[in-house]
């Protein structure tokens, strides 16, 4: 009984126990043996009651013989003589009277509970009390790489917890009635299941109910802004740091591969009906796979050579390891999905020829076109946008020229414009190329920074200097037309705007510069018409992305449907996700009540 | 896997032509449309104009100069090997009509992709005039392919030892001042010879038309390395381009972004030789 109500705390070792009025202790050390020595009154007789000081050990020793199914009378403190017996708390398991002794729980005195009757072995906290504990262990960090070390190299930051780390935070969940971060989660992940799975160990079974929402797992755990979706939400956070979800997320996901417990779903029975999917990326994976797993017939059209989109030429390899991308692409490839890579879609094929040999048509192109701010010297030589900065380190391994062929970009001193995700992948990545001074400029201040907060701080680690207020209003070249500094005004914060974030305002006269050879724009994307060009009835919203039924994902044209960041602009991964399963969900719908062809 | 089912060999073997099977690709491309290409896992992608189709056959056409690591790798190439990727068809068309008398200039491999456009101008029924240029008879390329499609045809050599010696800008300077009935001027070629000629057609206000050649990486708009300015405007040679208004073109802009990576060209040559 007792591995059911305090296993979270994992005590392996001795508990010590107080006498709730004199609080002296009842441990008694004699020699090697450690026990509980308690008086109790049985059948008008006074006898000594020995107890098992560890917890996982229910082990009871009296001076006198008592009968199996026999409560005791009375427990009494050895020391003060007065009954530890607690008539308002009735035992879990047989309702006996049970006697209470103090525990020291995480440098707390905590109220324990032991039954009365012989036999039973129930012991252990009320609810109550268990809550205030699993409140006192602290969120568990996740190892990583020493800051000094990583700056030279491309491997993944956070080694990730390890079983008994994931032990400690999964003790941390309050397996609330309503959970909350489920509802902060666009797939609606079952996050206290998954994670009362993993506090019994249960690792497997831990991921596999997180793929019942979410096919990429180990993906998310990793790129998802946790801090403003489940673990915002989480109970625990209003009271300490929230329950690490994500960090959860990513050790279950990262076991069920690294395990090879990684088995392909069942696929339902053909429907003989067939999908074609733009885009290789998080919403076009999930479309892919919601949809063939339910029978239908896939094929996902990349534009690139390599498949993955954002997560590939985005996303660098130490924030999100190519191999744990190939992996989860190879797991819809054995489901049957067919990939197409080197097809751009649009000029080669067009939505139009894809519906004649397709039953429905999902766009999920994601927003690649890079924004610049037309400021004067734009142009100039190592003046980068962040695409193409981040396609040439990750898709093109530009970091390992000359045995790759891409050149790198190269640069001492080194500027990124933004203060997004990207711009933090951009800097870090400039810093790991061997840049000596990388500085992140920002228009706004610290609070609004858009980048997941352990982005922030692991660049704040690896040295990246923050400009904040800062925003450039002209790039100044050398004699050969190379940037060699940034002129830059300095801003202050004005009144929150639509977005709520406090409008940033030039200070007039401010002006400065910033001395770099390379100089980094990521200040956001915009929609790439090339697959418009040839759609000229797809109908678009005034920021020029495609306008869907919210409720559906279906655009304006017949059984094409669209999600992910052509829809919504730059979002998140997850959010990409979410559109693709409302796709997924809206086109099977539709498909199945439909006769067959 | 793309395979080439065509290797040639042209100017003493500093010019190749691949004929590739590609049967989507060539079933939609069109004239100044082009492909981008990696050939092995560890290869850059690099832009090349398509320079011919056969669609009924499925395969297209592309001609290069071994200038780097590359086309140095591409050279080595044989008949009935693999390229890795190719994709396309990239950049927007050439804007074919029917409009007259059109001067189509070319220089060095820009002649691959003139003939193309060449092609198509002849078969709208227009009066083409070719004028290619090389720097010696020995790096002249498609000059048969090019009378056929070319109602005149001059060609001219740096140092004189074929046609007429100088550079494409002259006989082009002679057409200008002779004919009143040229409607259009096409330039494909280095950068230097494109700049030339806008500045010469400029001044006798006659519409040029130039394809360029910047440095891409992805060649559907994604990355923004392909950017130049085109008047005020800054557009993306690959999917705005290549071909756009020569008058408009900022082309010491270009010839600066396309010298980043010289160095570094030079380093992964040496780097492949070793």
């Known amino acids: 009984m007792f591995d059911q109500d305090v296993k979270y705390l994992k005590f392996k070792t001795l508990i010590n126990t107080y006498c709730p009025h004199c609080h002296n202790s009842f441990n008694v050390e004699k020699k090697e043996e450690k026990s509980i020595i308690f008086k109790a009154k049985y059948k008008g007789q006074e006898i000594d009651l020995k107890l098992s000081p560890y917890l996982d050990v229910f082990d009871v020793e009296t001076s006198v013989p008592v009968k199996e199914g026999d409560e005791l009378d009375d427990v009494l403190c050895p020391k003060c003589n007065k009954s530890i017996i607690n008539k308002t708390v009735k035992c879990g398991e047989c309702g006996s009277k049970v006697g209470e002794v103090l525990i020291s729980a995480l440098s707390k005195l905590m109220p324990f509970y032991i039954c009365t009757k012989f036999g039973c072995e129930w012991h252990g906290l009320t609810k109550a009390d268990e809550r205030k504990l699993k409140l006192k262990i602290p969120r568990q960090d996740m190892p990583e790489q020493d800051q000094k070390l990583r700056v030279s190299n491309y491997q993944e930051v956070p080694y990730g917890y390890t079983g008994e780390l994931a032990l400690l935070e999964a003790g941390r969940c309050l397996q609330c009635k309503d959970p909350q971060c489920v509802k902060g989660c666009p797939v609606n992940i079952d996050i206290p299941n998954f994670i009362a799975l993993i506090a019994e160990e249960k690792f497997d079974a831990a991921a596999k109910k997180i793929k019942e929402r979410n096919v990429l797992p180990s993906i998310c755990g990793r790129v998802c802004p946790q801090e403003d979706q489940c673990e915002k939400y989480c109970i625990v956070g209003k009271k300490d740091k929230p329950v690490a979800i994500g960090r959860l997320e990513r050790f279950v996901a990262d076991y069920e591969r690294k395990m090879d417990l990684v088995k392909v779903p069942i696929i339902n029975k053909e429907t003989g009906k067939r999908i074609a999917v733009i885009g290789s990326g998080p919403a076009g994976l999930t479309v892919a796979a919601d949809m063939r797993q339910r029978g239908y017939g896939v094929t996902i059209f990349e534009a690139l050579h390599e498949t993955g989109g954002v997560l590939t030429y985005g996303i660098p390899e130490f924030r999100l390891p190519k191999s744990i991308v190939q992996f989860e692409i190879n797991y819809l490839k054995n489901m049957g999905c067919r990939i197409e890579t080197n097809h751009v879609i649009g000029p080669l094929l067009t939505i139009e020829e894809l519906l004649e040999n397709f039953d429905s048509v999902f766009i999920g192109v994601g927003a690649g076109l890079p924004v610049f701010m037309n400021i004067e010297g734009e142009n100039l030589g190592n003046v980068f946008s962040a695409n193409e900065y981040l396609t040439r380190m990750n898709l093109m391994k530009a970091y390992k020229f000359p045995e790759y062929d891409t050149p790198m970009p190269h640069g001492n001193k080194v500027a990124v414009i933004g203060g997004g995700n990207v711009a933090m992948d951009c800097a870090r990545s400039a810093k790991r190329a061997g840049s000596d001074e990388v500085t992140i400029i920002y228009r706004r201040s610290r609070h609004e920074l858009p980048a997941r907060g352990e982005e922030v701080h692991h660049a704040g680690e690896e040295g990246i200097i923050f400009k904040l207020l800062n925003n450039p209003v002209k790039y100044i070249g050398t004699d050969n037309n190379r940037i060699k500094a940034i002129e830059c005004i300095k801003m202050e914060l004005g009144e929150p705007d639509k977005s709520g974030r406090r409008r940033p305002i030039p200070i007039e006269g401010s002006n400065f510069t910033v001395e770099c050879d390379l100089a980094i724009v990521a200040i956001g994307n915009g929609p790439n018409p090339i697959l418009f060009n040839s759609t000229p009835n797809l109908k678009l919203n005034k920021w020029g992305y495609i306008e869907v039924n919210p409720e559906t994902n279906e655009t304006s044209i017949k059984n094409v449907y669209a999600g992910g960041d052509i829809v919504t602009g730059s979002a998140t991964v997850i959010l990409a996700m979410g559109a693709g399963r409302i796709a997924a969900n809206a086109m099977h719908k539709k498909l199945s009540s439909m006769k067959k062809k | ?274």
């Open chain 2, 1 to 274: 896997m793309f395979q080439i089912v065509r290797k040639q060999e042209m100017a003493k073997g500093t010019i190749i032509r691949f004929d590739i099977s590609a049967p989507k690709i060539a079933k939609k491309v069109k004239p100044g449309q082009f492909i981008i290409l990696r050939v092995n896992e560890t290869g850059e992608r690099i832009p090349l104009t398509v320079a011919d189709k056969d669609s009924f056959a499925g395969i297209i056409t592309i001609i290069f100069q071994v200038v780097g690591k590359t086309t140095a790798l591409m050279r080595s190439l044989n008949t009935g090997d693999m390229i890795k990727d190719v994709v396309g068809p990239l950049g927007k068309a050439a804007e074919i009509e029917k409009t007259g008398t059109v001067v189509m200039v070319g220089g060095g491999t820009g002649v691959a992709i003139l003939h193309h456009v060449a092609k198509a101008y002849h078969e709208a029924g227009n009066y083409v005039i070719g004028i290619i240029g090389a720097q010696n008879m020995d790096m002249l390329i498609l000059e048969n392919e090019m009378n056929n499609i070319c109602d005149e045809l001059i060609i001219t050599t740096d140092d004189g030892s074929y046609g007429e010696q100088g550079f494409v800008t002259g006989p082009l300077k002679t057409y200008l001042q002779e004919r009143y009935d040229i409607k259009l001027v096409y330039a494909i070629g280095p950068i230097i010879m494109m700049k030339n000629i806008c500045k010469l057609t400029k001044k006798f206000k006659i519409p040029t038309i130039v394809s360029l050649n910047p440095i891409m990486i992805d060649g559907t708009g994604m990355c923004g390395g392909c950017r130049v300015k085109i008047g005020n405007e800054t557009k993306f040679a690959c999917v705005d381009g290549p071909d756009f208004d020569g008058h408009k073109v900022d082309y010491d802009e270009l010839e600066n972004r396309n010298s980043i990576y010289l160095k570094d060209e030079k380093d992964s040559l040496l780097f492949s030789i070793r």
